[in-house]
């Protein structure tokens, strides 16, 4: 039953008599990796380990395929024998796919996840999934994306405010109001980067298209880019952006570790380890709902905590330079 990648070795002996080996193996195979998430964090998470599959498994040729091949830049990728696809070739030999796969009866199917999901880093589901050692790894973004300006005119910073549960939110009502003001006051542009917009105000709305180009070249011309346990703030970390994760409901441990993780663990936190997260609630909390205490992982943050963060984050940069 087990649909993750083993290293089998069957032996087969006649009379107490070893007769014959075989061992699964993907040396030299051709290989279809399918992703099973939509989710632009899980995708770019998860691509960055494609290169490390292919050369550790000594694959002849990698094919994959993703809901947002349009992300990276499939010449590199070619150059390097793995092949981004949107047509599943039945005669490829082997079809791996890599998702989350649970029920709230098994929170962790063993058969489908070598280590509990909700306990390792997002990128650590993939390897697990194809028996690869962890090494955290950026994708190959396609050029559209990474082009980097050369005459910044204005110190600016991007912002991303929504994500697809309450519980990934800043959930503090001035937070984010705060901290535009802050960087309003000390010279900085504040852009948002959200398809959802925003009633923040002195914040420039950046035009939304769902191939992120326009995001992706505003966080170019960042300084920096603040978000939530979403998959802009992994976008921002492919683009070498510096960032800035504010959560509560993830530790620092789910994302990426070059991040800013501003976290407040005096309070009840780190529920996506815990609990099984349940997606067709938005208002899930596991602990606190419907209480003066739900979401207090984050609410309990204040502008004031992320600006420190972020400063002692660059002091301790210049402490090392």
Same mark, same amino acid.
């Given at each position: 039953?087990?649909?993750?990648?083993?290293?089998?070795?069957?032996?087969?002996?006649?009379?107490?008599?070893?007769?014959?080996?075989?061992?699964?193996?993907?040396?030299?195979?051709?290989?279809?990796?399918?992703?099973?998430?939509?989710?632009?964090?899980?995708?770019?998470?998860?691509?960055?380990?494609?290169?490390?599959?292919?050369?550790?498994?000594?694959?002849?040729?990698?094919?994959?395929?993703?809901?947002?091949?349009?992300?990276?830049?499939?010449?590199?990728?070619?150059?390097?024998?793995?092949?981004?696809?949107?047509?599943?070739?039945?005669?490829? /030999? $082997?079809?791996?796919?890599?998702? $989350?796969?649970?029920?709230?009866?098994?929170?962790?199917?063993?058969?489908?996840?070598?280590?509990?999901?909700?306990?390792? #880093?997002?990128?650590?589901?993939?390897?697990?999934?194809?028996?690869?050692?962890?090494?955290?790894?950026?994708?190959?973004?396609?050029?559209?994306?990474?082009?980097? #300006?050369?005459?910044?005119?204005?110190?600016?910073?991007?912002?991303? &405010? =929504?994500?697809?549960?309450?519980?990934?939110?800043?959930?503090? #009502?001035?937070?984010?109001?705060?901290?535009?003001?802050?960087?309003?006051?000390?010279?900085?542009?504040?852009?948002?980067?959200?398809?959802?917009? &925003?009633?923040?105000?002195?914040?420039? =709305?950046?035009?939304?298209?769902?191939?992120? $180009?326009?995001?992706?070249?505003?966080?170019? *011309?960042?300084?920096?880019?603040?978000?939530?346990?979403?998959?802009?703030?992994?976008?921002?970390?492919?683009?070498?952006?510096?960032?800035?994760?504010?959560?509560?409901?993830?530790?620092?441990?789910? /994302?990426?570790?070059?991040?800013?993780? $501003?976290?407040?663990?005096?309070?009840?936190?780190?529920?996506?380890?815990?609990?099984?997260?349940?997606?067709?609630?938005?208002?899930?909390? #596991?602990?606190?709902?419907?209480?003066?205490?739900?979401?207090?992982?984050?609410?309990?943050?204040?502008?004031?905590?992320?600006?420190?963060?972020?400063?002692?984050? /660059?002091?301790?940069?210049? *402490?090392?330079?």
């Amino acid at each position: 039953n087990r649909k993750r990648h083993t290293e089998w070795e069957v032996k087969v002996y006649c009379d107490n008599v070893l007769v014959e080996t075989y061992r699964w193996e993907l040396n030299n195979k051709e290989v279809l990796v399918v992703f099973d998430s939509s989710s632009l964090g899980d995708t770019i998470a998860w691509m960055g380990q494609m290169e490390n599959f292919k050369k550790q498994h000594n694959i002849k040729k990698l094919y994959v395929k993703t809901f947002k091949n349009w992300l990276f830049d499939k010449q590199r990728y070619k150059e390097q024998g793995i092949e981004i696809t949107d047509i599943v070739d039945e005669r490829i /030999e $082997v079809v791996y796919n890599i998702g $989350v796969y649970y029920t709230k009866e098994e929170p962790w199917n063993r058969d489908q996840h070598k280590y509990d999901w909700s306990k390792v #880093p997002i990128s650590k589901i993939a390897t697990d999934r194809l028996g690869i050692e962890y090494r955290e790894n950026k994708p190959l973004l396609a050029t559209q994306y990474t082009t980097v #300006p050369t005459n910044k005119k204005k110190k600016s910073i991007v912002i991303a &405010t =929504q994500s697809t549960a309450q519980a990934k939110y800043w959930n503090n #009502p001035t937070g984010w109001q705060d901290l535009i003001d802050h960087y309003n006051n000390t010279g900085y542009k504040v852009l948002h980067s959200s398809k959802e917009g &925003t009633e923040l105000k002195d914040i420039e =709305q950046i035009t939304f298209q769902e191939d992120l $180009v326009n995001v992706a070249t505003a966080i170019n *011309n960042a300084d920096m880019f603040i978000g939530i346990s979403s998959g802009l703030s992994w976008l921002a970390w492919a683009l070498n952006t510096k960032t800035v994760i504010i959560s509560g409901f993830t530790d620092p441990y789910v /994302e990426f570790k070059d991040a800013i993780h $501003v976290n407040n663990h005096q309070v009840c936190h780190g529920c996506w380890g815990n609990h099984t997260f349940d997606k067709g609630d938005w208002n899930w909390c #596991p602990v606190w709902k419907n209480t003066q205490r739900q979401f207090e992982c984050t609410k309990t943050i204040t502008a004031v905590d992320v600006i420190k963060s972020i400063e002692e984050n /660059e002091k301790h940069i210049n *402490n090392r330079k």
